[in-house]
């Protein structure tokens, strides 16, 4: 069984930086295509940022281009999301999931397994 643990959200001020983890078990991480959702209240999760297996190959939506990175190390089966210029419109519940098999995946059905979430709060 995968599990995923989410950690880093909290409160910050707009402007300001985060960087969420999501720790992945299993011992095949290095095969997962990973992603970050957000769901704000009375909104659908979206996607966020997404990154092959091989790291080679990476997403983002147009909202958050230019201020979030999404970074794997394979030797820590853990997922980054590098957050700056963070704007209060981030605000969201952060989910990070793993998908076993196939390429970048964009949608929510697209992936296997979920971490609980992490709240993130920018304020203005």
């Known amino acids: 069984q995968v599990q995923l643990v989410e950690s880093g959200g909290g409160l910050v001020q707009a402007g300001g930086s985060l960087r969420l983890s999501c720790a992945v078990s299993?011992?095949?991480?290095?095969?997962?295509?990973l992603g970050w959702f957000r769901q704000a209240p009375g909104k659908e999760r979206d996607i966020v940022a997404a990154i092959s297996w091989s790291a080679t190959t990476t997403y983002y939506a147009d909202s958050v281009k230019g201020r979030f990175t999404i970074s794997r190390d394979n030797a820590k089966n853990t997922v980054y999301l590098q957050m700056n210029s963070l704007k209060p419109e981030d605000t969201a519940v952060y989910y990070c999931a793993a998908r076993q098999f196939g390429g970048l995946g964009l949608a929510t059905n697209d992936y296997n397994y979920w971490g609980q979430g992490t709240q993130v709060t920018v304020s203005s």
């Open positions: 299993g011992r095949t991480f290095r095969n997962y295509a």
